[in-house]
């Protein structure tokens, strides 16, 4: 076969060679880390060799049953008789069967672990990946990515193992036979058909792949608006967008419609010209073994075996044709989602990256410089240490740099110039794992899983105890609500918690991190999307899950953080001004102009 060709991958629009693809899966056949896979494949090779030559001997019994119902044959056929021969033919086709299913049995074990283990690394290294990566995806696309990738695996293995090498053992082995007991010319016939064949089928193969590259875009495209659509179900019914969502989406359809027409005819195209390359061989075969029983130079019996081992010939090119269909768009398909699992993981831990260790949970900012865009820089230089047990809050207009901060401090981006340490553990130095374990965030939208309440609770600690999921909830005051439901903890949330009200949610997520119990906290304007009756509530709870920790504010509202231990006000990527709440109201500077604001704002409400 020809070197396989590129397949363009369409998430970072690189090309991976189709080879690429083939030795990325090849490790699944020969596992070093589990041997009895090795020995499936060898077994499974064996048996597959046995069916081979099976199928290739099966003819000869057809022919010698012909024969010996015309009474020519060698003697010893002749005493069997065509009964005994013709039971023969059909024990050796059912052996032939038989071996192939046991194959496939004997196989399946592989291809299953293999297509489970693509999916969970494929699964794992998508949360490796940065937030920058997670911002940017389309989640609707991606996850058609990983669902066709992850189907053309099995189907790839299938192909590497029992599909060409087997093939060309068997068109060699009925050669073999053809030249032996007919006539070179035969063999001649047969090459030539076999070499059209593949030339006709791999070249309009490739032309496919093109269209089918095009169709699994606007299938991809489709699927992703749909999700979209759905997830913001809201928003359509809020600005009576039903129609506009509709049409939007029968767009991408059409297309998809189209290039999915344009697949079809050409599918049409490429199996009425291999019927008519395969008919061409078969008849020209055919055609010379009638005049060889016309001259005598054969019998009737060589006249049914040649068409049999024809027969032979065209069902393993048929299959040839398929398989290289399949392989092509399954490496379409891989490739795309082997381009995924090598999207770098932006942020690593070092190979010497040690387990961080928080004695207070001081958290210090130190000359800090970052910037999504290199052109465009968010903060500018910022020093701020937060002392441990201590509550700092960050304020300033939007766009000021705030949220950045706590991104940071998780570590979901690397700083670009300076550190940030905590208790003078530098958070390069340490692993992602046990810093998100000290660490506990409090958003501004909490998002929840659509599960149960309790589930979603103990998400804040693995193995948590239903006890400790209850004390959790009433320190989040959220108890009483939950046993009120008729399901109680068992109740379900819905699509990213949209059963629950904003501030049902927030309180789900403070019993959350209440029950993660982290000596550092970041709230995240974590009651700005509420009203003020219930913020007001929220924040008591927030007090009590800040006491004894270290607690980095991110605050839209003045008014929920006039009490912290130290206000910096955040302007453009630098700290403009830094105290108490009456100091910096005092000084009637940056802070003092928000406060007014505000409370100008709340009055005029």
Do not use: C
Not at 86 to 108: C, E, K, P, S, W
């Amino acid at each position: 076969m020809r070197g396989l060709p590129k397949t363009s991958a369409n998430l970072n629009n690189d090309q991976i060679q189709g080879w690429k693809v083939v030795k990325r899966v090849l490790p699944y056949l020969w596992p070093d880390e589990a041997p009895w896979v090795k020995y499936r494949v060898v077994a499974a090779l064996s048996v597959l060799f046995l069916a081979k030559l099976i199928a290739v001997g099966t003819p000869l019994f057809y022919k010698h049953a012909v024969d010996a119902l015309d009474g020519e044959g060698p003697a010893t056929f002749l005493m069997i008789g065509a009964i005994g021969l013709t039971v023969a033919y059909g024990l050796a086709r059912l052996m032939n069967v038989g071996f192939q299913q046991l194959r496939d049995v004997i196989f399946a074990k592989v291809g299953q672990r293999a297509l489970r283990s693509l999916a969970l690394e494929t699964f794992t290294h998508i949360h490796r990946l940065s937030m920058r990566y997670h911002i940017t995806r389309k989640t609707g696309g991606l996850s058609r990515i990983i669902e066709r990738g992850v189907k053309g695996v099995e189907f790839l293995l299938r192909f590497l193992l029992f599909s060409i090498g087997p093939l060309l053992l068997e068109l060699l082995m009925i050669a073999v036979v053809l030249a032996f007991l007919f006539d070179i010319w035969y063999l001649v016939v047969v090459l030539v058909t076999i070499g059209f064949y593949i030339w006709f089928t791999f070249t309009v193969t490739e032309w496919r792949v093109k269209i089918r590259k095009e169709m699994n875009d606007q299938d991809t495209d489709a699927n992703q608006k749909a999700i979209d659509s759905l997830l913001n179900f809201e928003t359509v019914k809020y600005f009576g967008a039903e129609g506009r969502e509709a049409a939007r989406y029968d767009v991408a359809m059409e297309a998809y419609q189209k290039a999915a027409l344009k697949t079809s005819y050409s599918l049409a195209f490429l199996n009425f010209g291999q019927s008519v390359l395969i008919t061409s061989g078969l008849v020209a075969v055919m055609v010379m073994a009638a005049v060889g029983v016309q001259n005598g130079t054969l019998t009737v019996g060589d006249f049914v075996m040649v068409n049999a081992y024809m027969i032979q010939i065209t069902m393993p090119l048929n299959f040839l044709g398929t398989v290289y269909r399949e392989i092509r768009q399954a490496l379409v398909d891989m490739g795309q989602m082997f381009d995924l699992l090598e999207q770098p993981a932006e942020v690593t831990d070092k190979p010497d990256a040690h387990v961080l260790n928080v004695q207070g949970g001081e958290v210090v900012f130190d000359g800090v410089f970052f910037g999504y865009d290199p052109e465009r820089p968010i903060l500018k230089g910022v020093h701020l240490p937060v002392p441990a047990g201590k509550t700092v809050a960050i304020v300033g207009s939007s766009g000021s740099g705030k949220s950045t901060l706590g991104r940071l401090l998780f570590r979901f981006y690397d700083v670009t110039q300076g550190a940030i340490r905590i208790d003078d553990q530098d958070l390069r130095d340490v692993t992602q794992a046990s810093l998100h374990d000290q660490i506990g965030v409090v958003p501004q939208d909490t998002v929840l899983f659509n599960d149960t309440i309790r589930y979603n609770i103990a998400y804040g600690r693995d193995g948590a105890s239903f006890e400790d999921i209850k004390a959790a909830a009433k320190a989040a005051k959220i108890h009483e609500f939950i046993e009120s439901l008729p399901g109680g903890y068992e109740t379900t949330v819905g699509e990213r918690g949209l059963k629950l009200s904003g501030g049902e949610k927030q309180r789900v997520g403070i019993a959350r991190t209440l029950l993660k119990d982290p000596p550092i906290l970041i709230l995240d304007e974590a009651t700005s999307a509420l009203d003020t009756e219930t913020e007001m509530e929220i924040q008591t709870e927030l007090k009590g899950l800040g006491q004894g920790r270290t607690v980095l504010t991110i605050a839209h509202r003045l008014s929920t953080i006039a009490d912290a231990d130290r206000i910096v006000v955040l302007e453009n990527g630098i700290i403009v001004e830094e105290g108490a709440h009456d100091v910096l109201l005092a000084k009637n500077g940056r802070y003092a102009q928000l406060w007014h604001r505000q409370q100008q704002d709340e009055d005029a409400a």
